[in-house]
């Protein structure tokens, strides 16, 4: 019956390791959660590469892996991701966002290829399955796990997500850029009474300015979208990798201030929902 989320990459755009980034952590997006024992991976940044290895040692032989999107920041921990290597592990890797033709399958193996990666994609020796739908659809990952998706404002295209299980949700929301004053209903169906949402604050409103068209919100838009679909908590979500861990204990604070439902997230960080 347990509903539990852990974080392993939360950072935007490129990894940081470094003392500058040591508590709000450095690796890119991936988020693992957990319902009854069985699991789904949100992206495949750099974080799933301790995921992996946390599944090396653990009863965890199958997940999901849904994509939001596949800019590098979410695609490139792949390659890492060791069970991938293992014939007693099994994968269905699912994308929503991609037209014309193209397919998840060969965005994940093109990155395994030469001149990019030195090992390809046909040495996993998992069993992995490949799955493209339209953002917008709605299916069933098992009898009592639903997902909904939508489709948000990034180049390239983008996925939201939200599951719900034992009558509980996660919403998990990146990358997508929000118009000020004007509240994303594709933002909002999707999100309305979730339990957690985890959403793409990478600027602040003070900042966004400057950054109009890459793809990317604000903590300032998560809070104000968490109030409005009456969401229960908010994860503050793909940290700027110039937002160093004294910017973004500022944020924590100020965040905390306009919402107390308001949390910044850690590598590593545990939130049970159930």
């Known amino acids: 019956?347990?509903?539990?989320?852990?974080?392993?990459?939360?950072?935007?755009?490129?990894?940081?390791?470094?003392?500058?980034?040591?508590?709000?952590?450095?690796?890119?997006?991936?988020?693992?959660v957990a319902m009854g024992g069985r699991r789904v991976i949100f992206d495949a940044g750099t974080g799933i590469r301790n995921l992996g290895k946390w599944f090396m040692r653990r009863d965890a032989h199958h997940a999901w892996i849904l994509m939001s999107h596949t800019h590098w920041d979410h695609i490139h921990g792949f390659p890492f991701f060791q069970p991938a290597f293992s014939p007693n592990y099994s994968f269905e890797i699912m994308a929503g966002h991609l037209e014309n033709g193209q397919k998840i399958e060969n965005i994940m193996a093109g990155q395994m290829t030469h001149p990019f990666f030195p090992v390809p994609i046909e040495t996993m020796s998992a069993r992995i399955a490949y799955s493209d739908f339209k953002a917008g659809d709605r299916f069933q990952l098992a009898p009592d796990i639903y997902v909904r998706t939508a489709k948000l404002n990034h180049p390239d295209g983008a996925t939201g997500y939200r599951l719900d299980y034992q009558g509980h949700s996660v919403a998990y929301v990146t990358d997508t850029e929000h118009l000020p004053g004007k509240p994303d209903q594709n933002v909002l169906g999707l999100i309305d009474g979730a339990d957690l949402l985890v959403y793409?604050?990478?600027?602040?409103?003070?900042?966004?300015?400057?950054?109009?068209?890459?793809?990317?919100?604000?903590?300032?838009?998560?809070v104000r979208l968490a109030q409005a679909a009456q969401v229960k908590r908010l994860?503050?979500?793909?940290h700027d990798p110039d937002h160093e861990d004294p910017v973004m204990e500022r944020i924590e604070g100020q965040a905390f201030a306009m919402w107390p439902g308001a949390f910044v997230s850690r590598d590593n960080m545990r939130f049970n929902i159930l």
Not at 235 to 238: G, T, V, W
């Open 1 to 32: 019956m347990a509903f539990k989320v852990k974080f392993w990459g939360v950072r935007g755009s490129i990894s940081c390791p470094g003392h500058h980034h040591l508590h709000y952590g450095g690796n890119t997006s991936c988020v693992e």
């Open 235 to 238: 994860a503050i979500f793909h």
């Open 200 to 222: 793409d604050c990478t600027y602040t409103d003070n900042e966004f300015e400057a950054k109009r068209g890459w793809g990317h919100s604000t903590w300032q838009e998560g």
